[in-house]
Structures are given as structure tokens and as C-alpha cells.
């Protein structure tokens, strides 16, 4: 079992939906939980970082941990074409840092 | 743009040569993060230095190896170089932990 798993999707969705994207995890030493989104050859774009259990809102995105569960979530309203790309959840403890493989997101105009 | 500096942008090179990679973190930032990214291997974390000091290793290669020098760039150097080792290489800087990093536009390596 990987340590930190993600449905690579592709996930396709009309414009001003609002997008649910996950990842699960299996260490529970994690307690840094980071959202990257990542164009196409581009560099990973940090989006937001949580510590621990519970919610963060900037903007249009939400993410959202469960520790208890080992499930976090990132929460896209109101999508818009630009949103497409992959999306990269990432964990850390210590010094160390796993990044899920993401899931690619298309948003239809 | 993330403040963060990567040359060059394209490397191709033979397979057995040996190649530097060249990162500048964003201005102030101590930490250099080191990652390789393939299609089928995803974002995997090499390794961390701190102010010039190494502070983890993930999975790198023995034939690999970086330094950070006391300007606080870094340089990741690889060796014996196969087929295999193409792939996109990423440095990230940052102020604080590993939870928020900035990343650079990459390195293409292409092995032929």
C-alpha cells in the first residue's frame, strides 16, 4: 500500500461546477497537508497548507482534513477553465514529504 | 513566478555522462528541496538541505548527489547517467517547513 494514494482521474467537469478532489493516506505521523496544482511540464504551484484536522478556505478553494479518518480534501467552487491542471496533495512529517501522483482536472467551458 | 531559479531548462546528454543541475532558491529562503518527476513515478523527494547542510534523503541514487553552497544555491549532480534517469527535476526553497514550499520551472533531462 503507497503512502499517500490519489484517483488520477481524468475528471472532466463543466465550467462553474464545484470540484471534489481527495486523497488518502496511511501514516498517521502526517501533520502538514498541502494542495499543489501543477500545469502541464510546469513547476507544482503550493495552493494551501493545513496543520492538522480541519477546515481552510482562500478564495474558491477549501481543503479539508480528517485526521481520523485519513482523508483530505480540496474543494474548488465555482471552476473555471483555468483550473485545469493536475492537482498534487502532499504530506509531510519532519523533514519528510510524500506527494500523492495526483489527478488531472479538466474543466469544460 | 515563484522567486526560484533553475538552469538549464533542457539538458540532453548520452547515456554515462555526468550532469549538474543548477538551482537558486527565492531570496532569503535556507531550504532546497530536491525532486525527480517521471510519468510513471509521480514527485519523488531526493533530498533536503538547510543553510548548506543536509537535512534528509529520500530515494536518491548513489550515483546521484547535490550540495548547497554557502551563497545557498544548490547544485544536483548526476552520474553514470541511463536511460532511465530522464525525467523532469524540480528544486523547491523554503522559508519555513516542508509544508510550504516553493518550486522552480524544472529541469528536462532527456537520457538518450
Known amino acids: 500500500q503507497k503512502e499517500v494514494e490519489q484517483d488520477p482521474g481524468p475528471l472532466s467537469v463543466p465550467e462553474g461546477a464545484i470540484v471534489s478532489l481527495n486523497c488518502t493516506y496511511s501514516?498517521?505521523?502526517?501533520?502538514?497537508f498541502m494542495w499543489y496544482r501543477q500545469y502541464s511540464r510546469k513547476g507544482p504551484e503550493l495552493l494551501m497548507y493545513?496543520?492538522?484536522?480541519g477546515n481552510k478556505e482562500d478564495g474558491r478553494f477549501t481543503a479539508q482534513v480528517d485526521k481520523s479518518s485519513k482523508y483530505i480534501s480540496l474543494f474548488i467552487r465555482d471552476s473555471q477553465p483555468s483550473d485545469s491542471a493536475t492537482y498534487l496533495c502532499?504530506?509531510?512529517?519532519?523533514?519528510?514529504?510524500?506527494f500523492g501522483p495526483g489527478t488531472s482536472l479538466s474543466v469544460i467551458p | 513566478d515563484s522567486g526560484v531559479t533553475q538552469t538549464p531548462k533542457h539538458l540532453i546528454t548520452a547515456t554515462g555522462q555526468r550532469v549538474t543541475l543548477r538551482c537558486s532558491p527565492r531570496?532569503?529562503?535556507?531550504?532546497v528541496y530536491w525532486y525527480q518527476q517521471s510519468l510513471d513515478q509521480g514527485l519523488q523527494f531526493l533530498i533536503h538541505?538547510?543553510?548548506?547542510?543536509?537535512?534528509a534523503k529520500g530515494n536518491i541514487l548513489e550515483r546521484f548527489s547535490a550540495q548547497q553552497f554557502p551563497d545557498l544555491h544548490s547544485e544536483l549532480n548526476l552520474s553514470s547517467l541511463e536511460l532511465g534517469d530522464s525525467a523532469l527535476y524540480f528544486c523547491?526553497?523554503?522559508?519555513?517547513?516542508?509544508?510550504?514550499?516553493?518550486f522552480g520551472p524544472g529541469t528536462r533531462l532527456t537520457v538518450t
Open positions: 502532499a504530506m509531510s512529517a519532519g523533514d519528510k514529504v510524500i
Open positions: 493545513t496543520y492538522s484536522s
Open positions: 501514516n498517521s505521523a502526517f501533520q502538514y
Open positions: 538541505y538547510y543553510n548548506g547542510e543536509e537535512r
Open positions: 531570496s532569503g529562503d535556507l531550504s
Open positions: 523547491a526553497s523554503s522559508p519555513m517547513g516542508p509544508y510550504e514550499q516553493y
